[in-house]
């Protein structure tokens, strides 16, 4: 092979490549979304961009109960709690009034010891608004 064989195919590759695989969106989801030029402006069309996106979650916010919304933020307590409030490695809390969970949310969150396991919990309830508290107290009690 000649010189200019090696160049050419090596030209190929390092260039080709990463332009085939952007063509062909291999580096979706990457971030919000994964393209520019044309494809971002395909993506702004089906979904109204940036904007539209935040506008219509903000909505769907606004039109949920605290009981809706406390039930997509209690998906990262199904492991522990159990998906029915029945409990697990943690606690039953299926029964328990919208006073008796929000008071020992807030407890955990000041990094009290509620039982003997708050551990546990100190580093859950961290991640929680009061908001988010409120909302999942006013879901546990639909259990
Ligand atoms: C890693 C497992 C785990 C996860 C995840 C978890 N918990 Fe807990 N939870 C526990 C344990 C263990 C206890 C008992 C802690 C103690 O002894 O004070 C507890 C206690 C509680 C209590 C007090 C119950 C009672 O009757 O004393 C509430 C309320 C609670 N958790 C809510 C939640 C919520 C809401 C989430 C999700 C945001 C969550 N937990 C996520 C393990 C977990």
Redesign the pocket.
């Known amino acids: 092979m000649s010189n200019n064989l090696h160049i050419a195919l090596f030209t190929l590759f390092a260039f080709g490549l990463p332009l085939w695989a952007m063509q062909n969106n291999a580096f979706e989801g990457r971030g919000v979304h994964g393209c520019v030029g044309e494809c971002y402006e395909q993506w702004q069309a089906e979904t109204g961009g940036v904007v539209a996106i935040a506008v219509a979650q903000a909505e769907e916010k606004a039109n949920s109960t605290p009981a809706q919304l406390g039930e997509k ?2 998906a ?2 199904i ?3 159990g998906a029915g409030g029945e409990g697990g ?5 299926a029964g ?1 009034s919208i006073v ?2 929000t008071d ?2 807030l407890r ?1 969150k000041a990094g009290e ?6 551990a ?2 100190w580093s ?2 961290a ?2 608004s009061d908001a ?2 409120d909302n ?1 107290a006013a879901f ?1 009690e639909t259990l």
């Not at 490695?89 to 809390?93: A, F, I, W």
């Open positions: 933020a209690y990262g307590c492991a522990c709690h490695v943690g606690p039953k809390l328990q008796e969970i020992k949310l955990y010891t509620v039982g003997a396991q708050s546990l919990m859950q309830a991640q929680l988010d508290i999942i546990v």
